[in-house]
């Protein structure tokens, strides 16, 4: 009897939420190891031993072992036998890969955002990314730039609806800020951009998906073009 009332008892009892998982070490190390690599702590084309990462890091080789075999598949490093990891390059020939599809992808997000006949308050983050940008160039903060930059192109991609759409461009964002972190200081101030996130805007805000498409297509096309040639440049120099 008393069995039964215990089970009673426990069944009755509301569980209590246990909060959030804790990180494990491997996915601290993932993200870690990720951050000074877009900062550049870990430069481009520099070596270093899994003991060193460990070392840096605070934690047993294990863990970082398991951070950077998925970095690499994310084509952030490279694991060599006997010689360690290395830290590999933006190269222009993805760069002009990259740009391609994202050029593609986000053009027609932009399209459909203008589709949907969105009003002011839908639009607003869209609208507030671009005064950030403005804000952002006026003291010449191209890191808060380029931060407010990568808010602009996200809401846009969710504006557009289209799950798939989003899923890509996400697995291409982490090459993109690799290559704009090394080229950032070398480019002149980015006015011309800002423009053009205006005219994207405009063109939503208005309902013209022609537009909205063709103004985000031109504007994706200059800065690859922009990207690739700085990039080439810096290579140039560092060999």
Not at 29 to 53: W, Y
Not at 95 to 103: A, F, K, N, S
Not at 192 to 200: C, D, G, P, T
């Amino acid at each position: 009897m008393t069995g039964d009332v215990d089970r009673q008892n426990l069944i009755g009892t509301p569980l209590t939420d246990p909060g959030p998982k804790p990180q494990s070490n491997a996915q601290r190390a993932l993200q870690d190891l990720r951050e000074m690599i877009f900062s550049g702590r870990l430069s481009a084309g520099s070596n270093h031993l899994e003991s060193e990462l460990a070392g840096m890091l605070g934690m047993s080789r294990t863990p970082v072992r398991e951070a950077v075999l998925m970095l690499e598949g994310q084509g952030l490093l490279e694991l060599k036998p006997r010689k360690g990891v290395r830290i590999l390059p933006v190269s222009p020939d993805d760069m002009r890969e990259i740009y391609d599809v994202l050029t593609e992808l986000e053009s027609l997000a932009a399209e459909r955002a203008a589709q949907k006949g969105y009003g002011a308050a839908e639009l607003s983050d869209l609208r507030l990314a671009i005064e950030e940008m403005d804000k952002a160039l006026l003291t010449e903060d191209l890191e808060g730039w380029a931060a407010a930059d990568d808010r602009f192109h996200s809401e846009l991609v969710r504006l557009g609806q289209n799950h798939r759409i989003a899923l890509i461009v996400n697995m291409m964002r982490d090459q993109v800020r690799r290559a704009r972190a090394t080229t950032l200081f070398m480019r002149p101030l980015p006015l011309k951009s800002n423009e053009a996130h205006r005219r994207v805007y405009q063109a939503i805000e208005q309902g013209d998906a022609d537009i909205a498409r063709a103004a985000h297509r031109a504007h994706r096309q200059q800065s690859r073009e922009m990207l690739v040639d700085l990039l080439e440049r810096h290579r140039l120099r560092a060999l």
